[in-house]
């Protein structure tokens, strides 16, 4: 689907059932430039006028448009690779991953992308296999390009995160990402420019979130560890647990240095306490994550709009890191 763009860039589009995010990158050689970013609430019915209204904003005038499907809709599965060449391993993988599927292979569209590290190990080479159904990529593309989008590809979360974590200077001795979302969050591990490992973790911010307004002078959210609910300490022993356990498992299975930097994406509402919490129960250095070391900022992007937008942004990313 690619085409020839009028603009040295693109634009990234996340729809969720909370809104409509887009996000515009301009490629330059010194930095990436966030030329345009916004979000919008909208329900399904007002989406399709509202990413229409959005689309035709002037930052992102002649630029391809680069969209992504949301965590349950598609399927991504690490599996032994082939003995195949590279030209036959995506049709390889259809006929190996056809009993995994919950839906007819003939409904599937796949994609496939390498795990390097492991032959190193004496493993068996590994590859991550996505797969959606046709019909509901086909729903994404449907609405873009019903709203004059110059659409050039769907991508997932995990590679969109992996645009922006890849640019972290931590990512050259290797760096975990670590991104909330209302109900799950999302964990990569990546070093050099490569995506190891990513994976699901089922802890959102909604249960993190303090239930008592924010006072003048303070800030909102989870302010103190001492003041967590049995809920909130469950959802973060979950969290370092799990993070613990991939930053273990990168380093027995790939062959590298231990990764010692996790880096937290922002959310809607501030968690210190899941930041001091991390970095005190954690093997790891432990920080937010700034988009100004990785990206030129042309507008003010307050913590809310950052972290609604965050995979608009990494998918805008793809040109670079495609």
């Known amino acids: 689907m690619k085409k020839s763009s009028t603009a040295p860039g693109l634009a990234g589009v996340h729809l969720t059932d909370r809104g409509v995010a887009v996000a515009a990158v301009r490629y330059q050689a010194e930095q990436p430039v966030l030329s345009y970013c916004e979000f919008a609430p909208a329900g399904n019915a007002e989406r399709p006028q509202v990413l229409a209204r959005l689309l035709a904003q002037a930052p992102l005038a002649g630029m391809r448009v680069s969209t992504l499907l949301n ?42 992308f390498t795990v390097p590290g492991q032959q190193e190990r004496g493993r068996s080479p590994m590859v991550y296999v996505v797969a959606a159904r046709q019909a509901q990529v086909k729903r994404y593309i449907d609405a873009l390009e019903s709203a004059g989008a110059d659409l050039c590809c769907v991508d997932i979360p ?24 209302p109900d799950a969050a999302l964990l990569t591990l990546t070093c050099g420019g490569v995506l190891y490992l990513a994976r699901e973790i089922d802890v959102g911010y909604r249960v993190l979130e303090s239930a008592a307004p924010a006072q003048e002078g303070k800030a ?18 979950t969290l ?29 509402i501030p968690i210190p306490a899941m930041l001091n919490y991390m970095g005190e129960n954690l093997g790891a250095a432990v920080r937010q994550l700034e988009l100004a070391d990785i990206l030129d900022i042309e507008q003010t992007t307050d913590r809310t709009l950052q972290a609604e937008s965050l995979l608009a942004i990494g998918v805008a990313l793809r040109g670079l890191e495609a």
């Open 71 to 112: 965590a349950g809709e598609f399927d991504l599965q690490l599996i032994e690779a082939p003995d195949v060449t590279p030209d036959e391993l995506r049709a390889a993988v259809r006929w190996r991953i056809k009993d995994r599927l919950d839906f007819p292979l003939d409904e599937a569209v796949l994609d496939v």
């Open 158 to 181: 995990e590679l969109a995160q992996r645009n922006l974590a890849i640019r972290l200077a931590e990512d050259a001795r290797g760096v975990a990402m670590l991104s909330l979302g």
């Open 220 to 237: 909102g959210g989870l302010q103190l560890a001492e003041s967590l609910s049995p809920d909130q300490r469950r959802a973060l022993e």
């Open 240 to 268: 370092v647990l799990e993070v613990q356990r991939s930053l273990d498992y990168f380093e027995s299975h790939f062959g590298l240095a231990p990764i010692g930097h996790l880096v937290i994406a922002p959310t809607p």
